[in-house]
């Protein structure tokens, strides 16, 4: 049989969960801000890029571009017609399934649209 706990057990236990959910909350955000950091530093050296498979267009969903990650870093990049930060060497970077290839990612893949805006940012005003 189980010995059930009192409110006040409960309430303390609840309060520790309250305090690890925002050290974890904590936590998440170092990750990501020395993420961030850490990928704007990389210089994405060659050897270290590889492309992820597109993923053709399937009977309920539409195609997907192949991707480039780094894997020094992690930081990857979605295209069909070139990249952004790792655009130099699209054409001598070896392939891998595109699952091998999202292993390798570190935070998500940086789509299209987003380096639409790193190439073309938008002026004031507009
Ligand atoms: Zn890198």
Redesign the pocket.
Known sequence: MVIKANTDEIKQMRQKINGYTEKAETLRLMIEANTHE??EL????RE??REGEHLPEGIIFFASPPFTV??????AEEGWCGYGK?NNYYSEVPRLSRDNAQKLVLGRIATREELGKLKYPKKKGE
């Open positions: 850490m990928q990389c210089p994405h050296p270290c890029l780094c894997t020094c870093c992690g930081y790792l």
